[in-house]
């Protein structure tokens, strides 16, 4: 064929040899494919980790039994990419370990950025004592340099922070400690061998997959992957509520005198904009149908709320400028651990011989409290932790364990006990003490 | 008699010493009040020993000695006789009965039935409430005290014999008293029937009137364990033991009115300002130290808690558990209200006692409100 002089029939000739030749690649490719799936055994995961569908089975809904792909192995797995993991996750990469961090948001910060718990609380306790350093303070310091980061001083009150701000700040931190991380990713199970965890499998778009890990932390909130693995917990139903920011605030021209308003809120680091607090109804917050209920229940009242206020006197310009992504579950499972933190040992000051880091007040009012590391260890399964909400705490307690600053600390001393136990070959309940203690204080945490 | 001197000097400085001690150790300070049979007889119609009813030991030598007390051991007494040495002026003492007894039977009805009386006239009382309270201001009794020292420089002898209620009880104790007959002659037999339907009379308005008013008395904060308000009011020696020895500090002697006055209050803290101390569960200080069974270890509690919701934290929907979890009696919950869409903090009047921990504990602004108070009473 001459190329350079071309009749037309040529030129069809040619494309529809080409179009030929791609459309059967393809074809080819597909069919591949397809058969490659056809020709997958049972439960096995071909190509593309697609899982086979459950079966019906006369009524029951079977799962086929299937292996699931380990697709990373890592001394540290942390799973829950909120506060106390994030945390956690940071803390051992700093300590020299292999971390794979795993969320199931796409972004990291849990109930404080998704949850819009925007309140610094319990970092501070009686004659205005900073009892929260170490990552606590690095981020608040890193935070109160950004633009809209914290609305006033930590050092002497209690600040809100923005949580664009903060998702930012953990996406920095999280690189720049080089550590694996799985987003989107939903914790299944956890990984038992006998009575030591190997790491969790989660559920992805493409499929479950495990992590294997010689240290497995807990910070899903919810005590997800300690459930799975036996260990003793209680559930609690509790408060579940929805926070969500209104805004134009700064444009509000109230008049003089008159009763403030409900659902005004407090402020935030933007201007004009405030976040709005609810209680909410107890509920089992680790039931769907509940949770379900509760956001339609709460969005509906959250309108009907912000209307009212927008109908007020010089509160027009008010708008809803978002409802949190993330339903306000307080607390749900809680470890049953070594020890459990009681209110009374915090009132009295109880020191511990194994404290891995010191809680403060919410107000700065009280004195601070000690944290032992057996809080944080189960009973019987060996390398697993847990650290933030589900600390082994009475409900009472709960309330001062729950909240932001104490989920910072317990996380990074499980992230230091795990990264050192991986490194020694020790179970978690076996860390040596002394060396733990070094690791905190080289991280700069207070112990007391 | 100069044994009698020493004897009265000894055991006066033993009464001081046990008042001082009794600052330090609240297990004395029941004991010098509690030693006079005027307040142990009353505390026993009551079911209360304090200090292991020593009072006993000074009544048993009052059935067959005239007086003993007056002689020996009456502190108050002893300071009155320096006064009356030290005095110049001599008035004639006229004549009308004695009626210290009748206002000790006064005052031993009204324990029984609920009208004050007159235990805080008990010379011991007068004398042991100088040692005590004086962080919260001068106690009544020392007014008391003072004025019967001036009576004592101007008429010696009118207080001791005539209207002091621990002689008359001494009188009454005398038992060959009872026994002797004496040759008078019908018209001295009338006039001391008459005087002593006098004295009964007199003693028989006052505790009437004393009654009234004491079912008026407005409703106060007592201490925990104290009787119902008329069988704290005809109780309370008004001492001072228990003010001394609170150690929160909570207790003060009430100034007015007349008829509760030096009782002890039940104070949290300044108006406007967050109290800092509150009454321990399982402290029974006050208890231990009241010579008469006005606060026992088991009684009434403090009263009852009520908030204000409007100066609640929730009330803003701000995120607070404080004052249910401070409170060591469980007596709060947060109640979730689906017309209001919030929570509010509810007392259980049947578990609170009104101690005032949550009161401690709340973290709003005083200055703004209280959302929590303790009122008197049962009720919410």
């Keep these: ?448 | 008699m100069r044994i009698r001197g020493y004897v009265r000097a000894g055991i006066f400085a033993g009464m001081v010493t046990l008042c001082l001690l009794g600052r330090r150790f609240p297990a004395l300070a029941a004991w010098p009040a509690a030693a006079s049979p005027f307040i142990g007889l009353a505390a026993a119609a009551g079911g209360c020993w304090a200090a292991g009813g020593v009072w006993l030991a000074l009544a048993a030598p009052c059935l067959f000695w005239r007086r003993p007390i007056c002689r020996f051991v009456c502190p108050a007494g002893a300071c009155f006789d320096c006064m009356a040495k030290a005095g110049g002026r001599r008035f004639r003492l006229p004549r009308f009965p004695r009626f210290g007894l009748a206002l000790a039977v006064a005052t031993w009805l009204g324990c029984a039935a609920g009208a004050a009386g007159f235990l805080w006239l008990d010379p011991f009382v007068l004398f042991t409430s100088l040692f005590r309270g004086w962080g919260c201001g001068v106690p009544p009794l020392a007014a008391v005290f003072a004025a019967l020292l001036a009576l004592a420089w101007l008429v010696p002898g009118l207080w001791c014999r005539y209207a002091c209620p621990l002689g008359g009880v001494q009188d009454a104790l005398f038992l060959p008293r009872w026994f002797m007959t004496r040759p008078a002659a019908t018209d001295e037999a009338r006039r001391q029937v008459l005087r002593l339907g006098a004295a009964l009379a007199l003693g028989g308005i006052v505790f009437g009137f004393l009654r009234q008013r004491t079912r008026a008395a407005v409703r106060r904060l007592r201490p925990p364990g104290a009787a119902d308000e008329a069988q704290f009011l005809s109780r309370c020696t008004r001492c001072g033991n228990c003010v001394q020895a609170c150690p929160a500090g909570l207790l003060r002697p009430l100034a007015v009115p007349p008829l509760a006055c030096g009782t002890p209050e039940v104070v949290f803290g300044a108006a406007g300002a967050r109290p800092t101390r509150w009454c321990q569960a399982g402290c029974a200080v006050c208890a231990e130290v009241c010579p008469s069974g006005a606060i026992r270890p088991a009684g009434r509690r403090i009263g009852c808690c009520v908030v204000a919701f409007e100066h609640c934290r929730l009330y803003d929907d701000d995120e607070c558990s404080v004052c249910a979890r401070e409170c060591p009696f469980d007596a709060i919950t947060y109640v979730w209200s689906e017309t209001a869409y919030r929570r509010m903090p509810v007392v259980d009047a049947a578990r609170c006692n009104g101690c005032g921990r949550c009161l401690a504990a709340c973290p709003v602004d005083p200055r703004t409100g209280l959302p929590l108070r303790v009122v008197a009473g049962g009720d919410a």
């Design chain 1, 1 to 448: 064929m001459d190329y350079a002089h071309l009749s037309r029939r040529d030129w069809m000739k040619l494309l529809g040899v080409s179009a030929g030749a791609g459309i059967g690649l393809g074809a080819g490719d597909v069919l591949a494919d397809l058969r490659a799936r056809a020709n997958a055994p049972a439960g096995k995961p071909a190509n593309g980790l697609h899982t086979p569908p459950c079966q019906w089975n006369g009524g029951q809904i079977i799962r086929p039994q299937s292996t699931i792909p380990a697709i990373s192995e890592t001394d540290v797995l942390v799973v829950g990419g909120g506060a106390a993991g994030c945390a956690a996750a940071i803390a051992a990469a700093r300590a020299g370990a292999k971390v794979a961090l795993v969320e199931r948001y796409g972004y990291f910060g849990g109930l404080v950025t998704g949850g819009l718990v925007l309140k610094i609380l319990s970092h501070r306790a009686a004659n205005n004592q900073l009892v929260g350093r170490g990552l606590t303070e690095e981020m608040l310091q890193r935070l109160e340099n950004m633009p809209n980061g914290l609305n006033r001083d930590y050092r002497t009150g209690e600040p809100e922070l923005d949580a664009e701000v903060y998702k930012y700040l953990l996406v920095e931190m999280v690189s720049e400690a080089g550590i694996d991380v799985y987003l989107h990713s939903w914790a299944l199970d956890a990984i038992m061998d006998g009575d030591t965890c190997r790491g969790a499998v989660f559920q992805t778009k493409m499929g479950p997959h495990a992590i294997i890990a010689k240290q497995t932390i807990d910070t899903t909130g919810d005590g997800d992957i300690f459930a799975s693995a036996g260990c003793a917990h209680e559930i609690r139903a509790y408060w579940i509520g929805l926070v969500h920011r209104i805004g134009n605030l700064d444009k509000a021209t109230p008049e003089p005198g008159a009763k403030k308003p409900r659902g005004l809120g407090d402020g935030t680091p933007i201007p004009g904009i405030n976040w709005v607090n609810m209680s909410g109804p107890d509920g089992d917050g680790l039931d769907v149908k509940t949770l379900s209920r509760l956001e339609m229940n709460h969005r509906k009242q959250i309108w009907k709320q912000v209307q009212t206020l927008r109908n007020t006197p010089g509160y027009d310009k008010t708008y809803l400028v978002e409802t949190a992504p993330q339903i306000g579950v307080r607390v749900t499972r809680v470890l049953k651990a070594a020890h459990t933190m009681t209110l009374a040992d915090a009132e009295s000051q109880v020191p511990f011989d194994d404290c891995i880091g010191i809680g403060g007040a919410w107000f700065g009012e009280h004195a601070p409290w000690a944290i032992p590391y057996r809080a944080l260890v189960p009973e019987k399964i060996d390398n697993l932790l847990t650290a933030g909400r589900s600390t082994a705490a009475e409900p009472k307690m709960s309330e001062l364990v729950r909240v932001i600053v104490p989920c910072w600390v317990t996380g990074q001393a499980a992230g230091c006990a795990a990264a050192l136990a991986a490194r020694l070959g020790t179970t978690a309940r076996a860390v040596p003490y002394a060396e733990l203690r070094k690791l905190l204080l080289e991280q700069k945490v207070y112990l007391g």
